[in-house]
C-alpha cells in the first residue's frame, strides 16, 4: 500500500505558532524524509465557509496568507501538493454518500463538534454545512486515499468519526476505503499549544495568537503579556509551571543550542525550571529568554515569506497545479465509491448486458 499524507488548515486567517508546533513544523519533517509516495496539503475554503458563509471574501483573502506560510515554513511545491479544498468538486460528493453512514446523534457526540459550537456561541442556531464538516473531513481524508494524517490532539475525534465511516462504508459496500492513522506531535507541549493569555485553545477568533508573520517588535509584546504563575509576586518567591504559559512554549520551541546563546548561565530547560521552581528567577528574565527563542525560529519563516510576497502569481500558481493534481486522484476514488455503492449505471456493462437480456427473453 502506498504511504500517502493528507493534512490541511482552514483559511480565516494567517497561521499562528500553535498550527506550527501542532502539525505545521511536522508536514515539513514528514516531507523532507521522502518517505511518502504523495503528500496533499489542503487549504480547507470550503470547511472555513461553514462557519463564515456570510463574509466569502474573508476566506478568499485568506487563502493567499494561508499558502505564504506554508511556503515560509518549508512546504515544497515539487514534493508536496498543496490544493483549495473547493476547487475538487468531488468532495462534496462523496460528503453526501457518507451522509448515509453517520447518524445525527453521533454528530452531536463528537468533542470537537461540541466545543467548537460552544466557542462560536451557535447554541441552536448551527449552520448544517459547520454541524457535519466531520463528515466533509472524512471525504476529504478518504478521497486521497491518506494513510497518515498529522495533527493536534484536539482534531482526534474528528479522526476517530473518519475511522467509523471508513469501516461502515467498507463493512456496506466492500473494501473500498483505505483506513487513516492520526500521528499526533510527538512533543506534549506541542499537542495543544495555549493562547498567550493561559487559555487552553491558541485561537484567531480569541485574539491570543502569535502569528507566523509578525514582526519582531509585536511577538516581544505579546511574549512579554504572556499569562504566567498569578502566585509568584516577588522574584524569591516559588514558582509553578503547572499552567505557566511562558514554560510551555519554551518546552515547545526551545533547543539546547539556544542555551549557549541567549542564557549561557543555565545548561538547559531542566535547569532552568528548578530555578524558577525554587525561587529566585524572575519572569522577565524567563520571558526575555522565550523572546529570543522565538524570535530566532520564527526570523528565517519571516524572511522566505517575504521573498514569496514578492511573486504573488506564482504562489496561485503552485495551487492552480496542486489543485488540478489533486481532482484527478479524487475522481478515482469516487469513480471506485460510485462502482462498489453500485451507482456506476453507465460504466457497468454487466448490468446492461443484463438488462438488455431480461428483456430480450419477454
Known amino acids: 500500500m502506498k504511504k500517502i499524507m493528507l493534512t490541511g488548515d482552514r483559511p480565516t486567517g494567517k497561521l499562528h505558532v500553535g498550527h506550527y508546533v501542532g502539525s505545521l513544523r511536522r508536514r515539513v ?7 511518502f509516495d504523495d503528500i496533499f496539503i489542503m487549504i480547507a475554503d470550503a470547511q472555513a465557509l461553514t462557519d463564515n458563509a456570510d463574509n466569502p471574501e474573508k476566506v478568499r483573502q485568506n487563502i493567499i496568507e494561508v499558502a505564504l506560510d506554508y511556503l515560509a515554513c518549508g512546504l515544497d511545491p515539487e ?3 498543496l490544493l483549495i479544498q473547493s476547487q475538487i468538486p468531488e468532495l462534496c460528493e462523496l460528503s453526501f454518500y457518507y451522509m448515509n453512514l453517520v447518524t445525527v446523534s453521533r454528530l452531536q457526540r463528537n468533542p470537537t463538534v461540541k466545543t467548537e459550537i460552544k466557542m462560536r456561541n451557535f447554541e441552536a442556531s448551527i449552520p448544517v454545512g459547520f454541524f457535519t464538516y ?3 473531513q472524512a471525504a476529504d481524508i478518504t478521497a486521497f486515499k491518506a494513510t497518515i494524517v498529522p495533527v493536534g490532539e484536539d ?3 474528528m ?3 473518519t475511522k467509523e465511516i471508513v469501516h461502515k462504508f467498507n463493512s456496506v459496500y466492500g473494501e473500498t476505503l483505505v483506513e487513516p492513522q492520526i500521528l499526533l506531535p510527538d512533543n506534549e507541549a506541542c499537542m495543544r ?3 498567550i493569555d493561559g487559555k487552553a485553545k491558541m485561537s484567531k477568533s480569541l485574539g491570543n495568537c502569535i502569528y507566523l508573520s509578525e514582526e519582531p517588535e509585536e511577538i516581544k509584546k505579546k511574549v512579554f503579556s504572556m499569562f504566567t504563575d498569578p502566585t509568584h509576586i516577588r522574584i524569591e518567591d516559588p514558582g509553578k509551571l503547572e499552567g505557566n504559559t511562558v514554560f510551555t512554549y519554551l518546552d515547545a520551541f526551545c533547543r539546547p543550542e539556544y542555551f549557549p546563546e541567549f542564557l549561557p548561565e543555565y545548561n538547559n530547560l531542566d535547569e532552568l525550571k528548578e530555578h ?4 529566585g528567577l524572575g519572569d522577565m528574565k524567563v520571558k526575555r529568554f522565550l523572546n529570543n527563542v522565538l524570535q530566532a525560529e520564527l526570523e528565517p519563516i519571516r524572511k522566505r515569506r517575504k521573498e514569496w510576497q514578492k511573486d504573488i502569481p506564482a504562489v496561485y500558481e503552485i495551487l492552480r497545479k496542486g489543485s488540478e493534481k489533486a481532482e484527478k486522484v479524487a475522481a478515482e476514488t469516487l469513480k471506485d465509491v460510485k462502482a462498489a455503492m453500485k451507482i456506476n449505471y453507465f460504466d457497468d456493462e454487466e448490468l446492461i448486458k443484463m438488462q438488455s437480456a431480461k428483456y430480450m427473453e419477454e
Open 29 to 35: 519533517e514528514l516531507q523532507n524524509t521522502g518517505d
Open 79 to 81: 514534493k508536496s501538493t
Open 134 to 136: 466531520p463528515i466533509s
Open 155 to 157: 482534531q482526534m475525534p
Open 159 to 161: 479522526l476517530e468519526q
Open 193 to 195: 499549544l495555549p493562547g
Open 276 to 279: 524558577y521552581k525554587r525561587g
